[in-house]
């Protein structure tokens, strides 16, 4: 028997020889494990994607078995098809764990017996899939969520992005398939040598998105601002490359009646009159309603692997301010928002007034008929699971580990 954790590992070995697997490891269609660490109580973008992909698979391919293995304080199954691995908390880290070793998340991947893996990073998941990938005989897919190299610069330095860049680009190497969101993290990942990409845009639910969703009246007593107010919205983690303070910075300049609504990003930014910082909104249709109720969203990191919450404010009804760089870029245009030259104070302010001197109306019509005619989550998962088939076809059917021995 593998051993995973002890007594966790032995419950976890025995969860899976009676989960109802079929004696070639396949429940009708295939077996399908994502894994990543990148997935806690308040986790924004990828989390919300493993969700979507979760309920779309139930929905729309119950043929298809899909696991998610992530970072938990103990290594066990839960009825709902999610097994965590013990990690410990990061310091700091928002709820986070790091994991610390690669071997024993591939015994957990590789007891789980999968026909395939998608990994969303490259840290100790990515490679445990790749470990397990390799022992199985089976393809594993990585999903490039996040461009390393460029956070290594904005947290440590210029020093730091070669270093980062080629161990980034040595592990995407190594897998059968990697999946881009934007055609911007395609093209870094071509940057440093990595040959078989495929890019796919995410997508967005847009009967949860929706502008019904909006109280603008209860919003604004809620914050205590007067009706003629405009509001600009944010939500995301408060990490350093969401440029918070920017967003901060230009609502000043631009003074009443703009006003700057964080959730969830608020913590540690600069107080300020003009500036509300709620709590982050675990409960989906709670932030849908929040970013419903403004009248605008603002976005201010340039190096964006996609932009989800972008998708979300225009499914929302929101025009959007943003760089016309990065995977934001490739979600913006005039017809729905306003596009800055920088990311700058002085640059979001001015593109702020100028959306703001437009037919806002009309701009919030078109962001909605723009998420709902071109980013349906189904154009997301159909590609993926073509992928996936295309992948399976290709590979010899590999032989099923004992679970025991």
């Known amino acids: 028997m593998f051993d995973v954790g002890g007594r966790a590992g032995q419950a976890l070995t025995e969860a899976v020889a009676h989960d109802g697997l079929s004696s070639d490891g396949r429940a009708g269609g295939f077996h399908l494990i994502d894994t990543t660490m990148m997935y806690a109580p308040r986790s924004g973008g990828v989390k919300r994607y493993l969700t979507a992909k979760r309920a779309w698979l139930a929905a729309r391919r119950p043929d298809i078995r899909h696991t998610l293995v992530v970072p938990g304080a103990s290594t066990l199954m839960q009825d709902d098809g999610l097994v965590t691995v013990s990690a410990a908390r990061l310091p700091f880290g928002d709820g986070y764990r790091m994991p610390a070793s690669p071997g024993k998340w591939a015994a957990v991947l590789r007891t789980l017996n999968p026909d395939i893996i998608e990994a969303g990073d490259v840290f100790v998941p990515g490679h445990a899939a790749l470990e397990a990938g390799e022992a199985l005989g089976i393809p594993v897919v990585g999903f490039c969520h996040t461009d390393a190299p460029s956070l290594a610069v904005l947290h440590l330095g210029e020093w730091a992005e070669q270093p980062t860049f080629n161990f980034w680009a040595k592990a995407y190497e190594r897998f059968d398939?990697?999946?881009?969101?934007?055609?911007?993290?395609?093209?870094?990942?071509?940057?440093?040598?990595?040959?078989?990409?495929?890019?796919?845009?995410?997508?967005?639910?847009?009967?949860?998105?929706?502008?019904?969703?909006?109280?603008?009246?209860?919003l604004l007593k809620r914050l205590r601002l007067p009706g003629d107010s405009r509001l600009l919205v944010f939500a995301g983690r408060p990490a350093r490359e969401k440029n918070i303070d920017a967003m901060v910075a230009a609502v000043e300049r631009l003074g009443a009646p703009y006003h700057l609504v964080l959730i969830g990003a608020g913590q540690g930014a600069r107080p300020s009159p003009q500036v509300s910082c709620l709590d982050f909104e675990a409960d989906p249709e709670s932030l849908a309603g929040v970013i419903a109720s403004c009248d605008a969203f603002i976005h201010a990191n340039e190096n964006e692997i996609f932009g989800l919450v972008v998708l979300e404010a225009m499914a929302a009804g929101l025009p959007v301010v943003g760089p016309d760089k990065g995977g934001v870029g490739e979600l913006l245009d005039q017809a729905v928002g306003q596009l800055t030259r920088g990311v700058d104070p002085a640059s979001l302010a001015e593109a702020v007034d100028a959306l703001f001197a437009r037919d806002v109306a009309a701009l919030k019509l078109a962001a909605r008929r723009r998420a709902e005619t071109r980013h349906s989550w189904d154009h997301t998962f159909e590609g993926l699971t073509r992928l996936y088939a295309r992948l399976l076809n290709a590979a010899p059917r590999h032989t099923p580990m004992a679970l025991s021995a």
């Open 177 to 218: 398939q990697v999946v881009a969101p934007s055609r911007h993290t395609a093209n870094r990942l071509a940057e440093a040598g990595v040959e078989r990409v495929a890019v796919l845009p995410l997508g967005v639910d847009t009967d949860l998105f929706h502008p019904r969703r909006g109280d603008r009246a209860r």
